[in-house]
């Protein structure tokens, strides 16, 4: 087969992948939000609720599209598209185990980051092409929000990096090998607490995750930049949300939780791999379930004045930690 | 924003002037409502008007109740037997525990939470259960008239009483954790909305907004009637009035009110639960104001009678609208969340307000 047609395999499996896990964490949503809140909803259609997904897939595939009047139309049309690629794109470099992956890519970590980066840009889109205030103002508040939390992601992964030595996913993972005093695994976040904190609160806010929901915060904008979509266009922004907490949860196992490692030859690799990343996908829903919502200045102030300084410090403390070792052998 | 907006709790409209999202201007309009509670009033009979007093703030239909039969009672001069006074007080404190946890919850959602709004509606079905027992309502209740009240508690409202005022101090506890115990709710809370106590006082606030600045005037105290005078209960107020003071002393607010109905279900008197008289009342002509403290503050009857069997003239006190005129001073300087917020915190019932 030439290499093209790999390529689009990869790709197709990939798309499929992100759509079967859309599903399945919609439906998880609905049950850890459904047990959090004491909702009886989600037990109601079919067998444990089982067919709630299929029927909001179907509602969501027959609605009807609207498109307001005022609407600057091509950029409406767009923006879905421009929030959903991104986190198609950024599962090419995810690795789901020892040789499972679509893509090994010697500099993953930068790369899944950098398409992540361009979610706020359909959001911005999104919110500016609506035509509508509640909905600008969501746009904007996403771009100001990614800004302020990207740095502190990237630099709370950076300690990662220096440490494995590598952007490569497959070698961060293998760098986590081993236990320290024979029990405790050498998973970073043992040795990296601290940059595994910052990491999970700059993923909240790059994830648009309650209680950073800034750009959609219902009690505020409606439904923020997604107020004027509908249907399947709805649907699309919605899904790329829900695989992004996928991905971001995947990286920070692979990062600071020793990827597929610590399933002692039992389970498979990717089941181990899996079940760590849904048991953060958990721990964010349950963060959503429960916490209310901090204001926009707040968050900034939180970003700019706390988590920058603060990562960037981490840097230093693992930069000076790394050589120490080094030097020492 | 409104009045279709999720956090302007009915049909409020705001408009707002923004400067990114800083509010630069703000101006309450009201007006979508139109009941015409009062007016409506003056075409029925005495007794048939407690209907509508159910239906301006339809979240403390009770102390609407109270409000207008006091007045009617006073013009009438009707003496009311004591078991009614202590069943009024009994059902006003329940009505006013529900009303607050309705606040509660949906002033979580303001703020982004979620799960409180769903505990709170949880805890609110087991006092509705109890009105519906003992009024046959969840919401309409007519059940105080000019005389006393309808009916009295059956047999089945006391151990539900009871088993609420068990669940309901440990779930408050949850509550405040969920929300006063967290820090990103005490951020968007502390400091936010300040209402000075003379702008309260100028602007006739009154309820848990104008305790809130300090300033501990409740009704029940100060112009005691039902069974308040022998019922022990203090007054939670406030510090600097601002969006956590008002959130603290309604939660403060629920345990004085449980504490209440212990005292009331205790006490409770035998006796008539309705004085005797004629079935339909022809008050002399006079006027007379009658006040009582709901959920939102001073609920007050100004009723006018001519000598027939309808009244003349009502006008309701109703205090959400006062507290509510204070946005237009208050949201200048503030941020869109902080709007959200402060229109939460001040616990109004359009249904009460455009009345």
């Not at chain 1, 599962?91 to 010697?106: K, T």
């Not at chain 1, 990614?146 to 992601?153: G, K, S, W």
């Not at chain 2, 003239?313 to 959400?320: D, E, Y």
């Amino acid at each position: 087969m030439s290499p093209l047609a790999v390529a689009a395999l990869r790709a197709l499996a990939a798309l499929s992948l992100m759509l079967l896990n859309g599903v399945v964490l919609i439906y998880m949503l609905r049950k850890v939000l459904g047990h959090l809140h004491l909702r009886l909803g989600p037990t109601r259609v079919g067998p444990r609720g089982l067919l709630q997904t299929t029927a909001d897939v179907l509602k969501l595939l027959t609605k009807e599209d609207v498109e307001p009047a005022a609407a600057d139309a091509w950029l409406f049309r767009l923006a879905p598209v421009v929030v959903f690629t991104p986190s198609f794109m950024a599962y090419l470099a995810l690795v789901f185990g020892p040789g499972l992956r679509f893509s090994d890519l010697d500099t993953g970590v930068f790369y899944a980051f950098a398409v992540l980066s361009i979610v706020p840009v359909g959001v911005l889109m999104a919110g500016w092409a609506s035509n509508s205030k509640w909905s600008l103002i969501g746009g904007v508040r996403a771009t100001a929000q990614q800004i302020a939390y990207e740095v502190p992601l990237l630099l709370a992964a950076l300690g990662v990096v220096m440490a494995a030595g590598s952007m490569n996913l497959t070698e961060i993972v293998a760098s986590q090998q081993g236990t320290w005093l024979g029990f405790l695994p050498r998973w970073f976040v043992f040795a990296q607490l601290p940059g595994f904190v910052l990491f999970l609160i700059a993923s909240l806010a790059e994830l648009n995750q309650t209680p950073f929901d800034m750009s959609e915060a219902e009690s505020e904008l409606v439904a923020g930049f997604a107020n004027e979509y509908s249907g399947m266009r709805f649907a699309l922004m919605f899904l790329a949300e829900f695989s992004n907490s996928f991905i971001v949860s995947a990286l920070a196992v692979t990062l600071f939780f020793g990827g597929w490692l610590g399933g002692s030859g039992l389970v498979p690799p990717v089941v181990v791999f899996l079940l760590k990343t849904y048991l953060g996908v958990f721990v964010l829903m349950w963060i959503r379930g429960t916490l209310p919502r901090i204001r926009i200045d707040q968050l900034l102030t939180l970003g700019w004045k706390g988590l920058i300084p603060a990562s960037l410090a981490w840097v230093l403390v693992v930069g000076v930690a790394v050589k120490l070792f080094e030097g020492s052998g | 924003m409104g009045p279709q907006h999720p956090s302007t709790h009915g049909v409020l409209h705001v408009l707002l002037e923004l400067d990114g999202e800083e509010i630069v201007a703000a101006e309450a309009s009201l007006g979508y409502l139109h009941r015409g509670v009062e007016k409506l009033s003056e075409y029925r009979r005495y007794h048939q008007v407690a209907t509508l007093m159910d239906r301006a703030d339809y979240l403390s239909g009770i102390h609407g109740e109270l409000a207008f039969a006091q007045a009617a009672e006073e013009l009438a001069g009707i003496e009311v037997p004591p078991k009614a006074h202590w069943l009024r007080s009994l059902l006003g404190e329940i009505n006013r525990v529900s009303s607050h946890l309705l606040w509660l919850g949906t002033f979580g959602l303001d703020v982004g939470a979620m799960a409180p709004f769903l505990y709170a509606l949880r805890d609110r079905e087991t006092l509705l259960d109890v009105l519906e027992a003992v009024t046959g309502a969840r919401m309409m209740f007519n059940y105080v008239r000019p005389g006393g009240v309808v009916a009295d508690l059956p047999p089945e409202a006391e151990p539900a009483i009871r088993a609420f005022l068990r669940s309901l101090p440990t779930h408050l506890g949850e509550f405040e954790d969920l929300l006063g115990g967290n820090e990103i709710f005490v951020a968007r809370t502390r400091g936010v909305g300040v209402i000075p106590r003379e702008t309260a006082v100028s602007f006739g606030m009154s309820g848990a907004c104008l305790r809130a600045t300090g300033l501990g005037w409740d009704v029940r105290k100060e112009r005691p009637y039902a069974a308040y005078p022998e019922l022990d209960f203090d007054v939670p107020v406030g510090t600097v009035g601002d969006t956590w003071d008002r959130y603290a002393v309604r939660v403060e607010e629920m345990r004085q009110s449980l504490a209440m109905i212990s005292q009331t279900i205790e006490g409770m008197p035998e006796g008539a639960h309705m004085a005797k008289g004629p079935k339909v009342l022809r008050p002399p002509a006079g006027e007379v104001y009658s006040a009582v403290e709901s959920p939102r503050g001073e609920l007050g009857a100004h009723l006018c009678a001519d000598g027939s069997d309808r009244p003349s003239r009502l006008r309701l006190r109703s205090p959400a609208y006062f507290n509510l005129a204070v946005i237009d001073e208050l949201l200048p300087g503030c941020k869109i969340a902080d709007a959200v917020a402060v229109i939460g915190s001040l616990d109004i019932v359009l249904g009460e307000i455009d009345r």
